[in-house]
């Protein structure tokens, strides 16, 4: 069936931004389906609020809409933009959400606009789970198949899950309906736990309802991917096994693909059930996935849930075997069948098909506890991973050692060399599903333990442990060989082991082992992912290393440029650089390279087969990336490689790289080195004349006391080489400072600088050619300084800065840029304080506002950087007209939209992990409003990030000290909104004393009152406060939880209830809601806005 | 142990490991996709005198266990495998594909490049091969042996693989229908799929004639899988069945049998089908299976229209999607069809399972 013609404009919702549970696999995804959409002719209509996404590149959309999304403005937008069709399957949990939202407000219906891709009902059946256990039922009675759901009860007050309690008995789960990502989910062992957990799910789910149901703990744990068009063919593009048997959340398991434990009766009864279940839900124009758990001993199966789009699964099952589900899903939301829509990598057979796989794909997943102090790290059915990192391989173990050292993270990769502990200790540390468990296990097998023991501890299948003791014995037969010769080599190096772990057990360095192997002509070969095993020839390069027998990179004549990714998403290190890599692919390829992508990270676009020219899904180490060079370098020109835009990964191996003589392009390694270490770029200021916070350098207390003492209080103290932040902190005193470095001492230098409190912090992007300086944006933080820039608010145009003060920003990046020695993307923070423009820091790549600077001032400068890298000039460039031709970021016009970043924070993920900003990166993701006015575009940045400002209601306020005088005029400004203001005793005075009505309420510490009058943190929990003002009291340094503050910052993340813990914040939230009330907010296109700005 | 050794015809030769039984073996060399069903496929009698090649990197994880064979034996000539499994891992699993390799006196062989293998035989075909784990000649001499071995082309294979004596597979529940099941090489699933549905099966041996097929007053007559080149059977017994109008199915070597019979030819295909994940679309309703495939030879037949045979009009009914390659023929009074692919799957996707639905329907017609 051919292309519907009733059709012809389809609006298209994203995820929003970056969060637990919903990364830029909806990124791509999305930019997929508007790909597609737009091949078609059809016209698209996109909804994201998320800046950093490749979808929102204006050239994807007819009209791209950075705007929240929430029923209220995607309304906005169908009244606006009357499309005929909403695609909500590409977008995640919350694309589904906000679709249903509209269809039951009537919306969808009152503008004709049908929903395309799964119906509402088809939506319900796969949600619901009371639904969905009827499903199940009926599947299973239909067609006599061995299907059956968990038993479970659904619960819609505590007094049911109590109840339920009798039937089902503990351990038993909880699962909140209609939340992503498992929020809210939980074990509960007994009563307590039950209160606690259902209490929370009964909260977070949008229907109030939970499900309990019998335990399937250490269970092995499958899913499919399932796809089906509207004549009712159907195949399963991938089944995935997880490792990590049932109970931890799949999103934080490792997993494999295709499922190595099933026979092919299991496995075709799991195919014959999954088919059914999705034609019983009725999802008949694209994919889904469906979970199940087997009971090992029994067999017993059970099916555990479906998701009727496009998930986090989807993207990995896509990058697994080739077959790219999001834009099949797309075609066939708008009418075609799979087989009308021809295999993207064998381009002669159709799409109707099922991968099959002659290698192993291990995906693993990245956490970052460590920068949530207080947060449980135990691994639950709550995902709890930042991100992810696939590899591939043509055997499990050559696949899984890929995967860990992807990971690119300490102690990530198994290990032969250093302290063994116990064997006890270590399968007691096993039992306990944590961040690294298979280490743990493959730490407990060196220690002694057997297979037997193992699979009591953790229940995880005896293939998959019989696989650990083999890495064990290759490990052992590698120390013991007399001598490394190339079949010793190929062996170790067929089983995954890198170039690393091989010196650490024959006790010689990295380079040796290099040295040696290719002395012995010992190189990896590069495989295609072909969907079909070699069956058909693949078109499509998408490759990856093996220790195997043929090599399929093909020849050519273009020079190529090899691009280098980001490697797993971390907090610091996310989509933003992936954006960047994929423009640099884009535009080198339009101007006439041969594109070459390197990265491990299945979420993303630039691991599209169709990005670059060629991908090669592998690890960011030395190694990996060197074997690539040198495979790409055998089979035709390389013109470069760039580092300098996937962030801190590919950067830190410039030097190495330039070392072992590849060409590195743009800024030099030397150049990195500057900007990098602190004593090369303090001559760098120096010598331009530009001031910089008093600082120095130790690696002991000793020494960090004396700096600090001349540098005077408070100081920033941060390792040095780091990225995000990590392990930064603002010190006020000696005591802290000598704490500090006692747990640095012995690691990198620590830097310390002198802290200036009450300054603007200022970022800058900005593009030199070796001549001339663009600056690309100049962005102010809406948070004093202090602040990680990645968590901070900040606004572009800078809006309390003058001509003159940006004119001195200008010129002092040129300065740097100059004295470093940039080619391509420069990025610079600075502090005005009073009246001085202080610098930072400098890092000499792409940063994380890049694409916020590109969307908010219509300038792709990724795509300018790659090509200035490269060699171009900005005066090209801008004769080309990629730039504009005069002016930059700089000088944007008077009348120039305001766009405002918002930092998006994962703490409903962490329960117990203070909410209080720092220097700290601890964001995942951002998003942007953007409107004429500050106000507006405040407000659509919160309600993008968090949930609408309130327009009413009580606003309870309780600032530290310092803040009480700054605060004076927000507060008052919310009373006048007609706010009822609540306070805590001292900030109450305060207000009252400047004519603020303010009604007193006790500290937490105070206790209920004795006539029963609640506490600040009791009014948040009882629902009755609609907006928090809460500063943090004392230094960041000594907070400690037992404070006020920080219960009731916990409150509100509990009750999602809007808490502002900066004065800086409040005012904007105040100008924001001023403009709310004041007025209609309207949505405007990126489309519009390039248009008013470039005329 | 690394000098065992795969040696192809054309003198390519891939060194491994032993596998299974030791010793050495001759076959033609074929590959297969499916990344399940390892037992099935080899106790497939379709695969006897081939070495079967898994391009999944890792065979035996769930061992052997004794509902999943498709015959009394494996078939197989040799087996090549990349990465078997050192321990098993199923609940049903009562030994390890090794032992039983060695108990049944297969020879096989791990070697790494079974991809570049796969990529070899669809460069250049099929071909034969012989599989030594102790090698005690120079690899000249090796390539001279295999390329006496005979080759797959003018094989006459099916009665060294069916039964010799008839037998019963009795109908599951209501005795509804009673089928001849002519074995060429049947898959104990297909009786299976056929007794679910009510039918008492005779199954006969290859060499059965009209006379002894009618002698069980079958309701309808079926037509097995099986091994060998199609141009050297005789179809006499299945030109008769067709001139007395008894209702006919026929699977993979019976679909070569049914076209020859409706005067259609064969040809051998350059590497064949063997997996479990080849798209046949049915001509008639558009809509499209995944389907388990084990054919080295396939129909020739017009893919525009019905046409002209001595039984009647008859059409392509199913096609394969990836090569165009016919997978069904049917006659369009209806009473006569077969498919070249596998709707009992056993290894393979149960997307095909309602022809046996239909061959019951058309039985029901003609006892009407």
Same mark, same amino acid.
């Given at each position: 069936?051919?292309?519907?013609?009733?059709?012809?404009?389809?609006?298209?919702?994203?995820?929003?931004?970056?969060?637990?549970?919903?990364?830029?696999?909806?990124?791509?995804?999305?930019?997929?389906?508007?790909?597609?959409?737009?091949?078609?002719?059809?016209?698209?209509?996109?909804?994201?609020?998320?800046?950093?996404?490749?979808?929102?590149?204006?050239?994807?959309?007819?009209?791209?809409?950075?705007?929240?999304?929430?029923?209220?403005?995607?309304?906005?937008?169908?009244?606006?933009?009357?499309?005929?069709?909403?695609?909500?399957?590409?977008?995640?949990?919350?694309?589904?959400?906000?679709?249903?939202?509209?269809?039951?407000?009537?919306?969808?219906?009152?503008?004709?606009?049908?929903?395309?891709?799964?119906?509402?009902?088809?939506?319900?059946? &796969?949600?619901?789970?009371?639904?969905?256990?009827?499903?199940?039922?009926?599947v299973a009675r239909d067609h006599g198949l061995n299907a059956e759901s968990a038993r479970s009860v659904v619960c819609h007050t505590m007094d049911d899950c109590l109840a339920a309690v009798g039937e089902l008995g503990y351990p038993l789960v909880v699962r909140p309906s209609f939340t992503m990502g498992g929020v809210g989910s939980g074990f509960a062992y007994d009563e307590s736990d039950l209160r606690r957990i259902a209490g929370a799910g009964l909260d977070a789910s949008p229907t109030t309802e939970v499900l309990l149901e019998e335990s399937i703990l250490g269970w092995k744990e499958y899913e499919l991917e399932v796809m089906r068009d509207r004549r009712d063919n159907v195949v399963i593009v991938c089944s995935i096994e997880?490792?990590?048997?049932?109970?931890?959340?799949?999103?934080?398991?490792?997993?494999?693909?295709?499922?190595?434990?099933?026979?092919?009766?299991?496995?075709?009864?799991?195919?014959?059930?999954?088919?059914?279940?999705?034609?019983?839900?009725?999802?008949?124009?694209?994919?889904? $996935?469906?979970?199940?758990?087997?009971?090992?001993?029994?067999?017993?199966?059970?099916?555990?849930?479906?998701?009727?789009?496009?998930?986090?699964?989807?993207?990995?099952?896509?990058?697994?075997?080739?077959?790219?589900?999001?834009?099949? %899903?797309?075609?066939?939301?708008?009418?075609?069948?799979?087989?009308?829509? /021809?295999?993207?990598?064998?381009?002669?057979?159709?799409?109707?098909?099922?991968?099959?796989?002659?290698?192993?794909?291990? *995906?693993?997943?990245?956490?970052?506890?460590?920068?949530?102090?207080?947060?449980?790290?135990?691994?639950?059915?709550?995902?709890?991973?930042?991100?992810?990192?696939?590899?591939?391989?043509?055997?499990?173990?050559?696949?899984?050692?890929?995967?860990?050292?992807?990971?690119?993270? *300490?102690?990530?990769?198994?290990?032969?060399?250093?302290?063994?502990?116990?064997?006890?200790?270590?399968?007691?540390?096993?039992?306990?599903?944590?961040?690294?468990?298979?280490?743990?296990?493959?730490?407990?097998?060196?220690?002694?333990?057997?297979?037997?023991?193992?699979?009591?501890?953790?229940?995880?299948?005896?293939?998959?442990?019989?696989?650990?003791?083999?890495?064990?014995?290759?490990?052992?037969?590698?120390?013991?060989? /007399?001598?490394?010769?190339?079949?010793?080599?190929?062996?170790?190096?067929?089983?995954?082991?890198?170039?690393?772990?091989?010196?650490?057990?024959?006790?010689?360095?990295?380079?040796?082992?290099?040295?040696?192997?290719?002395?012995?002509?010992?190189?990896?070969?590069?495989?295609?992912?072909?969907?079909?095993?070699?069956?058909?020839?693949?078109?499509?390069?998408?490759?990856?290393? %093996?220790?195997?027998?043929?090599?399929?990179?093909?020849?050519?004549?273009?020079? *190529?440029?090899?691009?280098?990714?980001?490697?797993?998403?971390?907090?610091?290190?996310?989509?933003?650089?992936?954006?960047?890599?994929?423009?640099?692919?884009?535009?080198?390829?339009?101007?006439?390279?041969?594109?070459?992508?390197?990265?491990?990270?299945?979420?993303?676009?630039?691991?599209?087969?169709?990005?670059?020219?060629?991908?090669?899904?592998?690890?960011?180490?030395?190694?990996?990336?060197?074997?690539?060079?040198?495979?790409?370098?055998?089979?035709?020109?390389?013109?470069?490689?760039?580092?300098?835009? #996937?962030?801190?990964?590919?950067?830190?191996?410039?030097?190495?790289?330039?070392?072992?003589?590849?060409?590195?392009?743009?800024?030099?390694?030397?150049?990195?080195?500057?900007?990098?270490?602190?004593?090369?770029?303090?001559?760098?200021?120096?010598?331009?004349?530009?001031?910089?916070?008093?600082?120095?350098?130790?690696?002991?207390?000793?020494?960090?006391?004396?700096?600090?003492?001349?540098?005077?209080?408070?100081?920033?103290?941060?390792?040095?080489?780091?990225?995000?932040?990590? #392990?930064?902190?603002?010190?006020?005193?000696?005591?802290?400072?000598?704490?500090?470095?006692?747990?640095?001492?012995?690691?990198?230098?620590?830097?310390?600088?002198?802290?200036?409190?009450?300054?603007?912090?200022?970022?800058?992007?900005?593009?030199?050619?070796?001549?001339?300086?663009?600056? #690309?944006?100049?962005?102010?933080?809406?948070?004093?300084?202090?602040?990680?820039?990645?968590?901070?608010?900040?606004?572009?145009?800078?809006?309390?800065?003058?001509?003159?003060?940006?004119?001195?920003?200008?010129?002092?990046?040129?300065?740097?840029?100059? #004295?470093?020695?940039?080619?391509?993307?420069?990025?610079?923070?600075?502090?005005?304080?009073?009246?001085?423009?202080?610098?930072?820091?400098?890092?000499?790549?792409?940063?994380?506002?890049?694409?916020?600077?590109?969307? %908010?001032?219509?300038?792709?400068?990724?795509?300018?950087?790659?090509?200035?890298?490269?060699?171009?000039?900005?005066?090209?460039?801008?004769?080309? &007209?990629?730039?504009?031709?005069?002016?930059?970021?700089?000088?944007?016009?008077?009348?120039?939209?305001?766009?405002? *970043?918002?930092?998006?924070?994962?703490?409903?993920?962490?329960?117990?992990?203070?909410?209080?900003?720092?220097?700290?990166?601890r964001s995942t993701g951002e998003v942007m409003g953007i409107d004429e006015s500050f106000g507006i575009a405040f407000a659509k940045s919160q309600a993008a990030a968090y949930g609408e400002l309130p327009t009413k209601g009580r606003a309870f306020v309780s600032v530290a000290n310092r803040d009480k005088r700054a605060m004076i005029f927000p507060v008052k400004a919310l009373a006048d909104l007609g706010f009822e203001i609540l306070a805590t005793e001292g900030t109450a005075e305060v207000l009252r004393r400047n004519g603020v009505r303010a009604k007193i309420v006790r500290k937490q510490s105070e206790g209920t009152g004795p006539g029963g009058e609640p506490t600040s943190v009791q009014c948040i929990l009882n629902g009755e406060?609609?907006?928090?003002? $809460?500063?943090?009291?004392?230094?960041?340094?000594?907070?400690?939880?037992?404070?006020?503050?920080?219960?009731?910052?916990?409150?509100?993340?509990?009750?999602?209830?809007?808490?502002?813990?900066?004065?800086?914040?409040?005012?904007?939230?105040?100008?924001?809601?001023?403009?709310?009330?004041? &007025?209609?907010?309207?949505?405007?296109?990126?489309?519009?806005?390039?248009?008013?700005?470039?005329? | 142990?690394?000098?065992?050794?795969?040696?192809?015809?054309?003198?390519?030769?891939?060194?491994?490991?032993?596998?299974?039984?030791?010793?050495?073996?001759?076959?033609?060399?074929?590959?297969?996709?499916?990344?399940?069903?390892?037992?099935?496929?080899?106790?497939?009698?379709?695969?006897?005198?081939?070495?079967?090649?898994?391009?999944?990197? =890792?065979?035996?994880?769930?061992?052997?266990?004794?509902?999943?064979?498709?015959?009394?034996?494996?078939?197989?000539?040799?087996?090549?495998?990349?990465?078997?499994?050192?321990?098993?891992?199923?609940?049903?699993?009562?030994?390890?594909?090794?032992?039983?390799?060695?108990?049944?006196?297969?020879?096989?062989?791990?070697?790494?490049?079974?991809?570049?293998?796969?990529?070899?035989?669809?460069?250049?075909?099929?071909?034969?091969?012989?599989?030594?784990?102790?090698?005690?000649?120079?690899?000249?001499?090796?390539?001279?042996?295999?390329?006496?071995?005979?080759?797959?082309?003018?094989?006459?294979?099916?009665?060294?693989?069916?039964?010799?004596?008839?037998?019963?597979?009795?109908?599951?529940?209501?005795?509804?229908?009673?089928?001849?099941?002519?074995?060429?090489?049947?898959?104990?699933?297909?009786?299976?799929?056929?007794?679910?549905?009510?039918?008492?099966? =005779?199954?006969?041996?290859?060499?059965?004639?009209?006379?002894?097929?009618?002698?069980?007053?079958?309701?309808?007559?079926?037509?097995?899988?099986?091994?060998?080149?199609?141009?050297?059977?005789?179809?006499?017994?299945?030109?008769?069945?067709?001139?007395?109008?008894?209702?006919?199915?026929?699977?993979?070597?019976?679909?070569?049998?049914?076209?020859?019979?409706?005067?259609?030819?064969?040809?051998?295909?350059?590497?064949?089908?063997?997996?479990?994940?080849?798209?046949?679309?049915?001509?008639?309703?558009?809509?499209?299976?995944?389907?388990?495939?084990?054919?080295?030879?396939?129909?020739?037949?017009?893919?525009?229209?019905?046409?002209?045979?001595?039984?009647?009009?008859?059409?392509?009914?199913?096609?394969?999607?990836?090569?165009?390659?016919?997978?069904?023929?049917?006659?369009?009074?209806?009473?006569?069809?077969?498919?070249?692919? =596998?709707?009992?799957?056993?290894?393979?996707?149960?997307?095909?399972?309602?022809?046996?639905?239909?061959?019951?329907?058309?039985?029901?017609?003609?006892?009407?």
């Open positions: 069936m051919p292309k519907r013609e009733d059709i012809r404009s389809v609006l298209v919702i994203g995820s929003g931004p970056i969060v637990i549970g919903q990364a830029c696999e909806f990124d791509y995804s999305g930019t997929q389906a508007c790909r597609v959409l737009r091949d078609e002719g059809f016209r698209v209509i996109l909804v994201n609020s998320n800046p950093a996404t490749i979808m929102t590149d204006p050239e994807f959309a007819d009209a791209t809409y950075v705007e929240p999304i929430t029923p209220e403005f995607v309304e906005k937008i169908i009244a606006k933009e009357r499309p005929d069709a909403l695609l909500p399957t590409l977008g995640g949990q919350t694309a589904l959400n906000t679709a249903v939202a509209l269809h039951e407000a009537g919306v969808l219906e009152a503008y004709d606009v049908e929903l395309i891709g799964a119906d509402f009902d088809a939506i319900q059946a &796969g949600e619901n789970r009371e639904l969905f256990k009827g499903i199940v039922a009926k997880n490792i990590d048997p049932m109970g931890v959340h799949t999103g934080d398991s490792v997993t494999v693909a295709p499922a190595l434990t099933l026979t092919d009766r299991e496995y075709q009864n799991m195919r014959d059930v999954a088919i059914a279940v999705i034609r019983e839900v009725g999802v008949d124009t694209g994919g889904c $996935n469906i979970q199940f758990a087997v009971e090992p001993r029994t067999g017993r199966m059970i099916v555990i849930e479906m998701n009727p789009r496009v998930s986090r699964s989807s993207a990995l099952a896509s990058k697994a075997t080739g077959f790219p589900i999001a834009k099949i %899903a797309a075609k066939l939301a708008i009418g075609y069948t799979l087989d009308e829509i /021809p295999n993207d990598i064998t381009r002669e057979t159709p799409a109707s098909f099922e991968p099959t796989l002659d290698y192993i794909v291990v *995906k693993v997943p990245r956490f970052a506890f460590e920068k949530f102090k207080g947060a449980d790290p135990t691994l639950t059915t709550h995902m709890k991973s930042v991100g992810e990192a696939m590899a591939i391989g043509r055997s499990f173990a050559e696949a899984l050692q890929k995967a860990l050292r992807s990971l690119e993270k *300490k102690g990530s990769s198994f290990t032969w060399a250093g302290e063994l502990a116990g064997k006890a200790e270590l399968l007691a540390a096993c039992r306990t599903p944590h961040d690294g468990r298979l280490v743990t296990m493959q730490q407990a097998i060196r220690a002694g333990a057997t297979a037997e023991e193992l699979y009591e501890a953790t229940s995880v299948d005896p293939w998959f442990l019989d696989q650990l003791f083999l890495l064990q014995e290759e490990a052992q037969a590698l120390a013991d060989a /007399p001598e490394l010769t190339v079949e010793v080599l190929r062996r170790v190096k067929g089983h995954g082991f890198s170039d690393v772990q091989i010196g650490e057990i024959r006790g010689i360095d990295e380079a040796r082992v290099r040295d040696l192997r290719h002395a012995l002509g010992l190189r990896p070969v590069y495989n295609t992912v072909d969907t079909c095993a070699a069956e058909f020839a693949a078109k499509t390069p998408y490759l990856y290393s %093996a220790y195997d027998e043929e090599s399929e990179v093909p020849y050519g004549t273009r020079r *190529k440029v090899i691009i280098l990714g980001s490697g797993p998403n971390r907090i610091g290190q996310g989509i933003e650089f992936d954006y960047a890599c994929v423009h640099a692919s884009f535009e080198l390829s339009r101007a006439g390279y041969e594109t070459v992508m390197v990265n491990c990270n299945p979420e993303t676009v630039s691991t599209d087969y169709d990005t670059s020219d060629r991908l090669y899904f592998e690890p960011l180490t030395l190694e990996d990336v060197l074997e690539v060079v040198h495979a790409e370098q055998e089979t035709g020109p390389v013109a470069g490689v760039i580092v300098q835009l #996937g962030g801190q990964t590919p950067l830190g191996l410039a030097q190495a790289l330039k070392d072992a003589g590849v060409p590195v392009v743009g800024t030099s390694p030397e150049s990195i080195h500057l900007a990098e270490e602190r004593g090369a770029f303090g001559q760098v200021l120096a010598e331009a004349g530009l001031p910089a916070p008093k600082h120095g350098t130790a690696t002991t207390v000793a020494e960090a006391l004396a700096v600090a003492e001349d540098v005077g209080y408070p100081v920033l103290v941060r390792p040095s080489y780091v990225l995000g932040g990590a #392990g930064m902190a603002i010190v006020y005193d000696e005591e802290t400072l000598t704490t500090y470095m006692a747990a640095e001492e012995g690691g990198h230098p620590v830097l310390i600088d002198k802290f200036l409190d009450e300054a603007v912090e200022i970022d800058v992007d900005a593009l030199y050619d070796g001549t001339e300086l663009y600056l #690309g944006g100049v962005m102010e933080h809406i948070e004093e300084a202090g602040i990680h820039s990645g968590d901070s608010a900040c606004t572009l145009p800078p809006i309390t800065l003058g001509s003159l003060d940006i004119k001195r920003i200008r010129a002092a990046t040129e300065a740097i840029a100059d #004295g470093v020695g940039v080619r391509g993307l420069l990025n610079v923070q600075y502090a005005m304080s009073a009246g001085v423009l202080y610098v930072l820091e400098a890092n000499p790549r792409a940063s994380r506002t890049v694409p916020f600077v590109s969307k %908010a001032t219509a300038v792709p400068l990724a795509k300018a950087a790659a090509r200035v890298m490269l060699g171009a000039s900005l005066a090209e460039l801008r004769a080309e &007209g990629m730039l504009p031709a005069t002016g930059d970021g700089g000088t944007l016009p008077m009348e120039a939209s305001i766009a405002v *970043k918002e930092a998006v924070l994962p703490f409903n993920r962490f329960r117990g992990v203070d909410i209080v900003l720092g220097p700290e990166m406060i609609d907006l928090i003002v $809460n500063t943090p009291f004392g230094s960041p340094g000594q907070s400690g939880p037992r404070l006020d503050g920080y219960d009731i910052r916990t409150a509100a993340v509990l009750r999602g209830i809007p808490c502002i813990t900066t004065v800086a914040g409040l005012a904007a939230a105040a100008a924001g809601i001023q403009a709310i009330v004041r &007025g209609d907010v309207g949505v405007r296109s990126l489309q519009e806005h390039a248009q008013a700005l470039r005329g | 142990m690394t000098n065992a050794v795969l040696v192809l015809e054309d003198g390519r030769v891939f060194h491994g490991t032993p596998y299974g039984a030791e010793g050495e073996t001759f076959g033609e060399m074929v590959f297969n996709t499916g990344m399940t069903g390892y037992q099935e496929t080899l106790t497939d009698p379709s695969y006897h005198r081939q070495i079967v090649a898994m391009t999944a990197p =890792h065979i035996g994880n769930t061992g052997v266990n004794d509902e999943d064979p498709e015959s009394g034996r494996v078939w197989v000539a040799g087996y090549v495998v990349r990465e078997p499994s050192r321990v098993v891992s199923n609940w049903r699993a009562n030994r390890s594909l090794d032992d039983y390799l060695k108990e049944q006196g297969v020879v096989g062989i791990a070697i790494p490049g079974t991809r570049a293998l796969t990529r070899h035989l669809r460069e250049r075909g099929a071909m034969r091969a012989g599989i030594f784990t102790a090698p005690a000649a120079p690899v000249a001499e090796l390539v001279e042996r295999v390329r006496q071995a005979p080759g797959m082309a003018g094989a006459d294979l099916a009665a060294e693989v069916a039964t010799a004596e008839p037998y019963v597979v009795p109908a599951i529940g209501d005795r509804r229908y009673t089928v001849a099941a002519v074995d060429l090489g049947i898959k104990g699933m297909t009786p299976h799929r056929m007794a679910e549905r009510g039918c008492e099966v =005779h199954v006969l041996p290859a060499t059965a004639t009209f006379e002894q097929i009618m002698a069980v007053r079958p309701d309808g007559v079926f037509f097995s899988n099986g091994p060998g080149d199609p141009a050297t059977a005789d179809v006499s017994a299945l030109r008769a069945v067709l001139a007395a109008r008894v209702p006919f199915f026929g699977i993979c070597f019976g679909n070569q049998l049914f076209g020859r019979a409706l005067g259609l030819s064969t040809y051998k295909l350059r590497y064949g089908h063997r997996g479990v994940n080849q798209p046949v679309q049915d001509v008639r309703t558009g809509k499209v299976e995944i389907s388990a495939h084990n054919h080295g030879f396939a129909v020739e037949a017009p893919l525009d229209g019905p046409f002209d045979t001595p039984f009647g009009q008859a059409e392509v009914s199913h096609v394969n999607l990836n090569d165009r390659c016919v997978e069904g023929l049917r006659l369009l009074d209806g009473r006569a069809f077969s498919v070249q692919y =596998h709707p009992e799957a056993a290894a393979g996707p149960h997307d095909a399972a309602y022809l046996f639905d239909e061959f019951c329907e058309v039985m029901t017609r003609a006892q009407a």
